[in-house]
């Protein structure tokens, strides 16, 4: 009995140290592994580039690689009040500015806000490097941090960005839900939605695109009827499904139409 608990010590010890020689093999290497929580792994796009890209649950982000701010990984999704409908912005090379298509908010390449009525800067994801020998891959974690308005503009400018030249988030073919179809099959993560905005019994809803009268929806939960004012917001969204209803509603607008 004693020498089959000094046996397991020593194999204890060695699997601990065998353990402990991973990690530090891992730390002196400069090897950033994957934690609980990272959200994904993304390639650096060139220098002065910024390309839209999704994160493992299908949250839209922009991967920003500029010349002046740097490296960055920015939800994609305009910080407004939870009970309203969100918006995606866009990303316009010339001027080096994401754009707000509903507000007009212009943000800098870091997220920070330069001009219009947002009260906030975009929300930017922790990231680190993927190792010594992967310095063109970022890994993305979960912590984030909401961007300030800029001290200055940097010379960057709001103009208005040619058609052709945006940066935009767009779906794959076969991506598209109809909103009654999202919330029968409930599919995880964030989906894309086709469809147009109704307020009916108290409550928002979005309808199907070819819906006559909004007979085929799915409800949009957390958002303010009051709040929905002007012209009906319709074309594509996305969202999250949940207990049958759309979480986060969220519009995803043409730039160019609305420039």
């Known amino acids: 009995m004693c020498d089959l608990g000094r046996r397991l010590l020593i194999g204890m010890a060695a699997g601990v140290a065998g353990v402990m020689a991973i990690g530090y093999a891992f730390i002196f290497g400069g090897i950033a592994t994957p934690v609980r929580g990272d959200r994904a792994t993304f390639d650096v796009p060139a220098a002065g580039q910024t390309t839209a890209a999704i994160l ?8 920003v690689h500029d010349p002046v701010t740097g490296i960055a990984v920015l939800d994609a999704r305009v910080r407004r009040p939870g009970s309203t409908i969100g918006v995606l912005v866009a990303w316009c090379p010339p001027g080096r500015t994401f754009t707000d298509p509903a507000s007009g ?3 800098a390449p870091d997220g920070e806000l330069i001009s219009g009525p947002s009260t906030t800067g975009l929300v930017a994801f922790t990231i680190r490097p993927v190792g010594v020998d992967k310095a063109s891959q970022v890994i993305v974690g979960s912590d984030t941090t909401i ?3 800029a001290s200055s ?7 208005v960005c040619p058609g052709d030249a945006w940066v935009t988030h767009e779906p794959q073919p076969g991506e598209i839900f109809d ?9 995880p993560g964030w989906i894309w939605l086709e469809g147009s905005v109704a307020v009916a019994d108290g409550g928002v809803r979005l309808c199907d695109g070819g819906s006559s009268g909004c007979d085929r929806h799915a409800e949009a939960v ?11 917001i319709s074309g594509r969204f996305i969202g999250r499904m949940r207990d049958g209803a759309i979480e986060g509603l969220t519009h995803v607008p043409d730039p160019a139409e609305a420039s």
């Open 56 to 63: 493992d649950d299908g949250l839209p982000v922009f991967v």
């Open 105 to 107: 908010s212009v943000y």
């Open 147 to 149: 961007q300030d308005r």
């Open 153 to 159: 503009t940097g010379g960057r400018s709001p103009d």
């Open 179 to 187: 909103p009654s179809v999202a919330a029968d099959q409930e599919p």
């Open 222 to 232: 957390g958002i303010d009827p009051a709040r929905l004012t002007g012209n009906p």
